[in-house]
């Protein structure tokens, strides 16, 4: 008897990835088990590391929009707006108004089919998959719009250096009303689906917690951070594209949920409503969009003239749907920059995994994982060595211990 | 949060040169607008000492708690720029700016202290700056490596525009492996596009086309 | 595509991501969705390479996958069928010249059926599955 408790309280080690069950995108994880709790926590990036900014080093700014638009494919206008916006303050070109209205309903169509991806993508952790494949279907409608302006689903490619490419036409505008009209009729079905199901908040209340001082200290942005309470976005701090005239103030979780309280619940909140919020602007949007020219300068190589004598240094920072995501960008009066440094925003929110998910039970570690949205992807193989003999999980069975306590919980009310 | 009062980018480099003095190397503003109203957004660049980093973190922290971005980095052929990026006054509407502390490294003593026991989240930042320039955080916890492979050559550093960046031998270069070699010629002479150069090949395309 | 008398074959597939940006995995999982539904045609997407017909790679090798793409590769069992989605994994797309990466996919693993595109359209990945169902029932046939 004492022999079994002495065997059950050996810490073993468990590694998963870096082809992981939560995410898309490869990252190592090593735990330090105790029983079914987590101790501690250890991740290693690095698998998806292409050498953008050296590559973009050796290349144009005209060329590196089009690299930017490839390094996150969830992500798809963020980097490029940013990279442009950078490149923008530096050469000092002054991007016409009606660009930057265009710039900013893109920016918040992609943010609505972000969401509804994390959406499903956190149903299918908990075991829902009739809302994961609902989420996705949902998704699709915003898909069409966006291919219906910019010709992609993904990839959009819309951003130039001073300006955009594509315009919105007086015929798209009625397709793009239809679409916003229909979300707004499913909002008030998902945040039902989502909010007052009592197995969603037996899962997700009170697991994964960030408090606010250690949302602060370890630099979590977006959502993960909102939810702590920490009321930062860079759409309402520090205006860029048509935000300035627009009035957006950043989502809390409201008191009628009982306040920011940092678990992986009140990340679904935040969510949500912020899909709301991007359906209102989108339509503000449409409705004071001023007339005018799209691109600084139409013609290419008048526009790589100006960009290479530019020179000096500047920062672009937008609000992605994970957070703030900033280039700085430095050029010297060569063709290609001096320096680019890219910071995506999760690599911001990665250190916030390391509190959250202490003491947390094996079986919640893909919801909890998947809670702060990582731009990332993995694939899995679990190695879980108990007591001295090793065994191997699989994805399949990882979800599936995530799915079986979803299910006796249902039990025990 | 807090109770400390607002203050405005002059504002925040007065109460620095006050404090540090001479310290300071150089300081200055640069602002934009966009959108119909072009509604200013500032940014805020100061140049300090490497013994200086510290303290004037320490300071903005009392200011008002900053938001930690990321350390960028410049070769500058004997020396090495870091650039410290944070922002500060975030949750006020239109009101927030970011505040750079740029510190300049010679190459023959590569060190800056670490500023994870103020702001923990730095610690990736730093570990990315130490494969990637070569350079030295004393003090840091953990300094593994972040995204570079376990079996990448030590004393490679890709950033650095020296003789330890990136080689052109370890450059591989996807789109010319198993590419065919029998294809016909092309009607327009193939001219090979030398990377940062399109102006060049934007004109060609251009009075090929005119002259036929 | 035309209907083969075997088609109680239903094709099960593993999708393994080698460093790619993640736009082929959300079209690869909108392939899976309601709106283009392969399952009616049997296909779907499992969590083990063990349990696997056909492997989807996608995204140029970084040096740190290379070895893991391998094994993963033997543990798929026979006969198995590799297709490389993106135009990444064919010639390297934007990421041409990098000093992190091992070359397009055919270059570490054997690649059947290549769907190209930046990211190729749920309707392009479908329409290379069932290329891929009748290379392998040609296999069959030829055994």
Redesign the interface.
């Known amino acids: 008897m004492s022999g079994d408790n002495v065997k059950k309280s050996i810490p073993y080690t468990v590694p998963i990835g870096?082809?992981h069950?939560a995410l898309?995108?490869?990252v190592m994880f090593t735990f330090q088990m105790e029983g079914e709790v987590v101790r501690s926590v250890d991740f290693?990036?690095?698998?998806?590391?292409?050498?953008?900014?050296?590559?973009g080093?050796?290349?144009?700014p005209?060329?590196i929009v089009?690299?930017t638009d490839?390094?996150?494919?969830?992500c798809g206008i963020v980097h490029s707006l940013s990279f442009a916006r950078a490149v923008e303050?530096i050469a000092e070109i002054e991007?016409p108004?009606r660009a930057?209205?265009i710039r900013t309903i893109m920016h918040e169509f992609e943010r609505i089919q972000s969401h509804l991806?994390w959406a499903g993508v956190a149903a299918h952790e908990l075991g829902f998959d009739s809302l994961f494949?609902l989420a996705?279907?949902v998704?699709?409608q915003s898909?069409d719009l966006i291919e219906n302006i910019t010709g992609n689903?993904?990839?959009y490619a819309i951003v130039q250096i001073g300006g955009v490419r594509r315009d919105i036409s007086d015929d798209q505008r009625p397709l793009i009303e239809q679409g916003l009209t229909y979300y707004r009729g499913l909002l008030d079905q998902m945040k039902n689906v989502f909010l007052n199901d009592s197995t969603i908040r037996m899962r997700c209340r009170d697991h994964g917690l960030l408090s606010?001082r250690d949302a602060?200290?370890?630099?979590?942005?977006g959502p993960t951070a909102r939810a702590s309470g920490?009321?930062?976005d860079?759409r309402?701090?520090?205006?860029?594209?048509?935000?300035?005239?627009l009035d957006v103030h950043?989502v809390l979780p409201p008191q009628e949920f009982g306040g920011p309280k940092g678990d992986v619940y009140d990340r679904i909140i935040v969510r949500l409503l912020e899909i709301a919020q991007s359906i209102d602007i989108i339509q503000q949007c449409l409705d004071?969009m001023?007339a005018g020219e799209i691109l600084w300068e139409k013609k290419?190589?008048k526009l790589?003239?100006t960009l290479?004598k530019a020179q000096g240094?500047?920062?672009g920072?937008v609000e992605a749907p994970r957070g703030?995501c900033?280039h700085?960008v430095?050029m010297d009066g060569?063709?290609?920059p001096?320096?680019w440094?890219v910071?995506a925003s999760s690599?911001?929110n990665?250190?916030s995994w390391i509190p959250m998910l202490k003491g947390e039970q094996l079986a919640d570690i893909p919801i909890i994982v998947a809670s702060i949205d990582p731009?990332?992807?993995?694939?899995?193989r679990v190695a879980v060595i108990q007591g001295g003999s090793a065994g191997f999980l699989?994805?399949?069975?990882l979800?599936r211990l995530s799915q079986k306590k979803t299910r006796r919980l249902i039990q025990c009310r | 949060?807090s109770e400390t009062p607002y203050r405005s980018p002059q504002e925040i480099i007065d109460l620095y040169k006050t404090e540090f003095g001479a310290g300071i190397l150089d300081a200055r503003i640069?602002e934009?607008?966009?959108?119909?109203?072009?509604?200013k957004?500032y940014?805020i660049?100061i140049r300090l000492d490497r013994e200086l980093l510290k303290p004037a973190i320490k300071k903005l922290m009392d200011i008002r708690?900053p938001?930690?971005?990321?350390i960028?980095?410049?070769?500058l052929g004997d020396e090495i720029e870091l650039?410290y990026?944070l922002?500060v006054?975030?949750?006020?509407?239109?009101?927030?700016?970011?505040v750079?502390f740029g510190l300049r490294l010679p190459k023959s003593d590569l060190t800056v202290p670490t500023i994870t026991d103020l702001?923990?989240?730095?610690?990736?930042s730093e570990r990315e700056k130490q494969e990637f320039f070569g350079i030295t955080v004393t003090g840091i916890p953990d300094g593994r490596?972040?995204?570079?492979?376990d079996d990448f050559p030590q004393g490679v550093y890709?950033?650095r525009k020296d003789e330890t960046g990136?080689k052109p031998e370890m450059v591989r270069e996807l789109w010319a492996v198993n590419r065919p070699k029998d294809r016909p010629a092309p009607p327009v002479p193939e001219k090979k596009p030398v990377?940062?150069?399109?102006?060049a090949e934007?004109?060609e395309k251009k009075t090929g086309g005119a002259s036929e | 595509m035309k209907l083969t008398k075997s088609f109680n074959r239903s094709l099960w597939v593993?999708?393994?991501?080698?460093?790619?940006?993640?736009?082929?995995?959300?079209?690869i999982?909108?392939t899976i969705?309601?709106?283009y539904d392969p399952e009616r045609f049997g296909m779907k997407l499992?969590?083990?390479p063990?349990?696997a017909d056909v492997l989807l790679v996608t995204?140029?090798v970084?040096k740190?996958?290379a070895q893991?793409v391998r094994r993963?590769y033997e543990q798929v069992p026979d006969p198995k069928l590799v297709m490389c989605i993106g135009t990444c994994g064919q010639s390297g797309?934007?990421?041409y010249?990098?000093?992190?990466?091992d070359g397009p996919i055919d270059q570490v693993l054997p690649v059947d059926v290549y769907v190209p595109g930046?990211?190729p359209?749920p309707e392009a990945i479908i329409f290379g599955v069932v290329k891929a169902l009748e290379k392998l029932e040609r296999l069959e046939a030829a055994q």
């Open positions: 870096p082809v069950p898309k995108e490869p290693a990036p690095g698998n998806t590391h292409r050498g953008i900014e050296w590559m080093m050796r290349r144009n005209v060329q089009h690299l490839r390094i996150c494919g969830i303050q991007v108004p930057d209205y991806l494949y996705w279907r998704r699709e898909m689903r993904v990839n606010y602060q200290l370890l630099c979590a942005i920490v009321a930062m860079v309402h701090d520090y205006p860029y594209c048509a935000y300035g005239d950043p004071t001023p290419m190589p790589l003239l290479k240094e500047a920062i920072r703030e900033m700085y430095r060569n063709e290609a001096a320096t440094k910071k690599y911001s990665l250190m731009c990332m992807s993995c694939t899995d699989t994805k399949e069975e979800t | 949060m640069t934009r607008g966009e959108g119909v109203h072009r509604k957004g940014n660049w708690f938001h930690f971005a990321v960028a980095g410049n070769d650039l990026i922002s006054f975030y949750g006020t509407q239109f009101g927030e700016y970011m750079t702001i923990p989240g730095a610690l990736l490596r972040l995204f570079l492979p890709p950033w990136i990377p940062g150069d399109p102006v934007g004109k | 593993f999708h393994l991501n080698t460093g790619s940006c993640n736009g082929c995995e959300i079209e999982v909108a969705t309601p709106r499992v969590g083990s063990k349990h995204g140029p970084t740190k996958m893991k993963v797309g934007v990421f010249d990098s000093y992190n990466l930046c990211p359209r």
